[in-house]
Structure formats: C-alpha cells, structure tokens
C-alpha cells in the first residue's frame, strides 16, 4: 500500500511531490538493505523531514545514517547513482564502465568505434558482440540530476542503426543480426519506452528494466565507479579518470601494476585497497 506524507519534497527538477515511503523502502531494498535496517532508517528520515526538504537533503540524511548503522556495502550502493555522476562533465568514463559491465555478461566489446553507415560514418559509443548478434549502443550520460533521457536520444540512436544497418548487411551478409540499444545513466521519459517497443531499440536505464537496469548491472558486476573512493582528493580522482582508470576494479589492477603511483602516495594507496575491498564485495 502507497503511503503517502502531507509532507511535500522538491525534486532535483524543482517539482514538488509528496513524500511517498513506499518510495524510499523500495530504494533503500535495491541496496540490500534488510527489512529491519530499512525500516529504522525510514523512521530515522521521518524525524528530519520538512515541507519543502529536497532531495538532495534527503539523500545526504539517508547517506549518514547508513554511513554508521548498515553494512558498507549498502551505504556505497544508495551512492551509487550521484557517484555515476560525478564522473562527468565527459560522457567517456561511462562509456567504459558500460562496456566493462558487458563484458562481466559475456559480450565482447570494444569503445568509442568508427564505423562506416550507408550514406554517413558515425562514432559508436560501444559496440557488442555475443554469439550471431552485434549491438550498436548509444551511451546517454546526465550529470545533472533530476534530467530524463528524452525520445530525441532514442530517435538519434535508432536513425543511426538503420544507416550502419543498411551498410553492414551489404558488406558483411545478414549472418549477423545487428540490434540498436540505448543506455542511459538516468530515468527516460513515457515516449521513450513507447518507442523503443514500437521499433525494437533495446534499452537500459537506471532502474528498467526492473532487475537488469543499469544500477542493478553495476552492483551485480562490482563494477563501481572510482568516483566512491572518497578518501582520495578529487583533484587525484580527475587524474585517475582521465587515465581511464574509472571503476575500482580498475583502480585495484592499476595499483598491483603500479601505474598510480606517480599519482596516489603510499599511505593513500593501502587505505584505498581497504576500501575498495568493503565497496566491491561482490
């Protein structure tokens, strides 16, 4: 049953909604959270809420308190989103972990590819191979909250497949089948979805489809993004990622290899190998 409070929120939109907790148990459930934990830390909200709090204040009352009362693997995991985030302005860095995220999955992959259209060439963000099919994706980043993905982006990507389509099934035969796919790091809107079933684009979004979205991806990989660290400086996290270093399993390898440490001193390295540790414990 929906329970909905008199107390109004304002989203990152400058929408206005009422508090719904029902809401907020399911996010919290997505962490692992158990039911116990879940439910003390809706009570522990509760006594901060006022009309008109966003939810920027909401998530930062939520953070700390799971921050000293739940496993830390669930308090990185509620973070999981806005440190998606914070890896722009650049698109790039999530490019990498959707493909790095596919390839826990079984597809080859290969980043940023040129590939020849029937009447244009186009960059494609990630390309995907797995058994007889071949997916084109195009990678929508936000680094703002409260933006959704819009049916411009889902037109864009679609138009562009049937051009490299055309081009592929002359060059390499129809052995292959070849599909589009759409991911974002954030919510689409209705007209999405609409379109997306209507012409066949795959498509993954933060929270869809229920189970396999892109949030669900990255937790069930231990994929999660550099950006968690948050012993390390930011100035030192821009330097990680502009080395492509953008998840912490790719910060592990790096500091086996001792490729950091021109960048990260000893006594951060061993602190970041603790953590990394508690983060990525699947």
Not at 60 to 72: C, D, F, G, R, T
Request: charge should be negative.
């Amino acid at each position: 049953m929906i329970t909905l409070s008199p107390i109004t929120i304002t989203k990152a939109s400058g929408e206005q909604e009422h508090f719904d907790e029902s809401k907020l148990v399911k996010s919290l459930a997505k962490t692992g959270l158990s039911v116990d934990v879940a439910s003390q830390t809706v009570d522990y909200l509760k006594r901060h809420l006022k009309t008109g709090i966003t939810t920027k204040d909401i998530h930062e009352h939520i953070s700390s308190y799971l921050k000293e009362n739940a496993p830390v693997n669930n308090y990185y995991n509620y973070g999981l989103k806005r440190a998606i985030m914070d890896l722009g302005p650049s698109g790039h860095p999530f490019e990498t972990i959707v493909s790095d995220v596919l390839s826990e999955y079984g597809y080859k992959t290969e980043v940023g590819v040129i590939v020849l259209g029937k009447c244009v060439t186009h960059e494609i963000d990630v390309v995907a191979k797995k058994e007889y099919k071949q997916f084109f994706i195009e990678c929508k980043f936000h680094n703002s909250p409260g933006v959704k993905t819009d049916v411009q982006v889902a037109l864009y990507t679609y138009a562009r497949f049937l051009d490299i389509k055309s081009a592929m099934e002359q060059s390499h035969g129809t052995n292959i089948t070849y599909y589009p796919w759409l991911i974002t790091n954030t919510k689409v809107t209705s007209e999405v979805f609409d379109y997306a079933s209507c012409v066949g684009l795959e498509l993954t979004s933060w929270l869809d489809p229920q189970g396999h979205g892109m949030s669900d991806l990255i937790m069930s990989a231990g994929l999660h993004p550099v950006t968690l660290a948050y012993q390390i400086p930011r100035s030192k996290i821009n330097r990680l990622l502009e080395r492509g270093i953008v998840t912490c399993a790719r910060l592990k390898d790096a500091i086996q290899e001792n490729h950091v440490s021109d960048i990260l001193t000893h006594e951060e390295i061993n602190a970041t190998l603790l953590h990394i540790k508690e983060i990525c414990k699947t």
